[in-house]
């Protein structure tokens, strides 16, 4: 199956270090991956937090966590059980089995994943095209590693684009071509053209990855006519279309997706089966539980006249990387979405009340302090996580041990979403872990940060 | 970072399927692995299994289920959370943020795996080079991902060997040669052949991977003469030793590893770092919880001076890979270790009591029913899940599917051990999770698909 490609000579991997006869192993005999900025950004920017407790956060991209306590795990694993026994009529033995044996590769609810997707997205799939993963990161490196045939494979994504895509498509040997992105999101005329330069170059463009909905990192999002236009770019070009959706819900309107709340999904509008959706429970669900999903509702055909599900041949990728998703982890989740009908637009109505009340804060209290500041500027999303500042000044990761050490405020250098090669004059600010009185404070640290740079440049 | 390799032409990857306008992948377009045997192994064996619930299975490598019972999930949880309390001094929000929130990427029992390899197996570790994974099939493909950074790159691997090593170098890209298995385990004059005619041929053997107890599929184990010259063997031709130990504790002997007892493990016994170890949680602790780790004590020096653990680039990648392992699925493992004073050989004494009468009543059923049966043998592991029956007649999938329909008996075929290229005078019988009755029906069903096959091939 496997055969040699550039045979390379037979070398020592092992190198003697001076101060013992113990191994040391060479990075440079390594995955080339390893070597990569984007694999090292997010460790870097955690031992910058870390060194710096005090200081406020406008860096943690994670959800809201006020309303935790370990009480509800016991509760929805309480509630998932009960699912079992009642609705599918297992004694107290097969429950226990669930939770605790191998269990099947695409998960134990699938179902109940089908159910939620049609409650809060108006998106209607077979649970058999569902598989069930230890986050939304692995559902990301299922679809990449089952897409990468050859050397000549590539992936299309916006450029900024997150860190977590960098880096699957690394581990997966698969070069991303980056892709402009503007204040409607991923720019549709920049990606025809990219997509037709790859393959002047002899490349197989595989699929484009995006995220229409306040995506990471810039918090922008795509309107309607966009997302009909990527579709048919999709059936014209004849790609894939990998949809990340793990913000939608944070949404600044009414519920649901719609003509009077935000734009439905690229899933929901899929007629060709053109999108392969990339879920996510750790922003809706529990961090904690690592249960994210694909819906991949492909038909493969096997080259003999029989065909399957994209959905088969990831489970199948996935039976080689984690066998299975944790069924308690899934129980947990599980048994959240059996609390909330289904629905985790109604499970997340006081996390959502506070992003919005935390998104406007920041918002009005960049107004207040910044507004007259020459070249300085940001964007102003309707939703989600992020918004993102732009400034006269370099923003590298010096800048922010200075922000963290003398002003107590932390954020994310922009580079990081582009690979260290752009972004040096932008930082992302992330609203959803704050308390209004941080938020206050932290926008006074940063303004304090950004009037001594301005007074810099105009030296 | 990445080199465009085997540049291919620009090709469609979607062609229209015949009965409607909706899109059709061609397997043959995807990732190399997908077409491989040992990629759909588990997943016809569990399907012929499906298809026959009534049949007794020696085919299941699951654990005993006998003692489960959904309220050990809760007492887990909480002697964990209580732990986080009294020895981590956390507060309640503490606590509850260490369970939802995302954590360390390396894991939050790192500590406890530490004291449990001390307590069992006489390892004595850094918590620091220990990476908490989703399962020990994880921390395979983290090593393999790792190790495999050109197309020159092999892993040696007994033969036959673990599908899911065959199935984690498949997604790896790493071609893995072939090394004899004797009575006394990976045949070690072997190994260092096909290691010589691998570097002759220009190839780069990264590593060797090995089971010293009780390898799945034969059942059997290294002495620790032939330990101690595989180590020697290791530092002699610059390669690591990826040692997988997850039957190790179910062994037929005194308790703990030493003279009394089953030989120590390479690690215990590795002076030279050259062992990463692959620790797998789903047979001791909880298979649902789908917790293992790898210890990977290496120094790696960055090529500027600095050098970290090879854990750290292990690290690295599972954060792209899956994150972090679910906190709330390792303090389900915790919280076992803690309520066993960390010792899993304490916490498994009634299961491994079963599997010794499993092993003894197979073992003796075989001689009292096959022992005079000319040409059909079989070997007398020690301990472990797993004994092989040699017979002399073809034993394939279509053999299984008689035995699962006509006899109502299942067992493994060897050749899903081999990539399906040898293996097929071999069955392998698992004797972890039935009842003593049930083995002996499923040997009187067993001899009476042999008999039947013995009397064809006499005619």
């Known amino acids: 199956m496997l055969e040699f490609m550039d045979v390379m000579p037979s070398e020592v991997i092992l190198a003697e270090s001076p101060e013992s006869d113990r191994a040391t192993l060479d990075r440079a005999t390594l995955h080339a991956s390893l070597g990569a900025a984007a694999m090292e950004s997010m460790n870097l920017l955690n031992e910058i937090a870390g060194q710096y407790p005090e200081a406020i956060s406008f860096a943690a991209g994670r959800p809201y966590e006020g309303f935790y306590d370990v009480a509800q795990v016991h509760e929805y694993l309480r509630a998932f059980c009960a699912y079992l026994r009642v609705e599918r009529g297992m004694t107290d033995r097969q429950v226990a089995r669930t939770l605790f044996q191998y269990g099947d590769t695409k998960g134990i609810i699938t179902e109940l994943v089908a159910r939620n997707l049609a409650v809060d997205e108006g998106i209607e799939v077979d649970p058999g095209s569902v598989v069930v993963t230890v986050g939304c990161q692995e559902a990301m490196f299922l679809v990449l590693r089952a897409l990468r045939a050859g050397g000549g494979d590539v992936l299309l994504a916006p450029r900024p684009t997150y860190v977590g ?8 040997d698969l070069p991303v071509v980056g892709v402009a992105t503007g204040p409607g999101g991923i720019d549709l005329d920049d990606l025809v053209v990219e997509l037709r330069l790859a393959r002047e170059a002899g490349r197989r463009v595989r699929a484009c990855y995006v995220t229409p909905d306040f995506a990471n990192p810039m918090g922008v999002s795509m309107d309607l006519s966009a997302r009909r236009r990527l579709l048919d770019i999709a059936v014209a070009e004849n790609i894939l279309l990998l949809e990340d959706n793990a913000y939608g819900l944070f949404h600044d309107g009414p519920e649901g997706p719609g003509e009077t709340g935000r734009p439905p999904t690229l899933k929901a509008l899929d007629r060709d089966k053109r999108v392969v959706y990339l879920g996510s429970f750790a922003k809706t669900g529990v961090p904690g539980a690592r249960v994210g999903f694909a819906v991949a509702d492909q038909r493969v055909a096997d080259g003999a006249g029989g065909s399957g599900l994209f959905a088969d041949e990831l489970s199948k990728i996935k039976s080689m990387l984690t066998v299975n998703t944790s069924p308690i982890a899934q129980a947990v989740i599980g ?20 992003y919005r009340r935390n998104m406007r804060q920041v918002l009005d209290g960049l107004t207040k302090r910044l507004g007259d500041a020459a070249d300085v500027s940001w964007n102003v999303p ?7 500042l732009t400034v006269p000044f370099t923003v590298d990761d010096d800048l922010l041990e200075q922000a963290a050490g003398r002003f107590g405020v932390l954020f994310t250098p922009m580079h990081h979403f582009f690979g260290t090669t752009a972004g040096f004059r932008q930082l992302r600010l992330s609203i959803s872990t704050l308390e209004p009185a941080q938020i206050d404070e932290g926008l006074d640290r940063l303004t304090a940060l950004i009037t001594e740079r301005l007074a810099d440049v105009a030296r």
């Open 165 to 172: 895509l960098t880096g699957a498509a690394l581990l997966a």
């Open 335 to 354: 048994g959240k979405l059996l609390s909330n009908d289904c629905s985790m637009v109604a499970a997340n109505r006081p996390e959502t009340a506070i």
């Open 382 to 388: 309707t939703g989600g996580f992020f918004v993102v």
